[in-house]
């Protein structure tokens, strides 16, 4: 679960880099966007892995954060690692 947070931020700085390119028209935006991805597929499995595997969540709150996480991105990720990790490791 270490790398959640890191591939969360990568996702989104890539993303917006992206974006920008796109938007300028430069050369290399598909693959900075493929990146891109590929960190928002990481972040995606890794919070579903953490979310199935915590055996002190009930059932009807990991159906809601696996939503969250799939559908709405980087603002369940932020909330989910601030919400749930964070107090669960101690910090």
């Known amino acids: 679960m270490r790398y959640f947070l890191p591939s969360l931020i990568l996702s989104l700085v890539f993303t917006l880099?992206?974006?920008l390119m796109k938007i300028l028209h430069w050369a290399g935006a598909p693959f900075v966007l493929d990146l891109a991805f590929v960190f928002i597929l990481v972040y995606i499995a890794l919070g579903l892995k953490d979310t199935w595997g915590?055996?002190?969540?009930r059932t009807g709150s990991?159906?809601?954060w696996?939503?969250?996480i799939v559908f709405f991105g980087w603002i369940f990720g932020f909330i989910y690692y601030k919400r749930v990790y964070l107090?669960?490791?101690?910090?």
Do not use: D, L, V
Not at 54 to 57: H, I, L
Not at 87 to 91: A, D, E, F, L, Q
């Open 54 to 57: 915590e055996t002190k969540m």
């Open 87 to 91: 107090p669960r490791i101690g910090k």
């Open 62 to 64: 990991k159906i809601w």
């Open 66 to 68: 696996s939503i969250g």
């Open 17 to 19: 880099i992206a974006t």
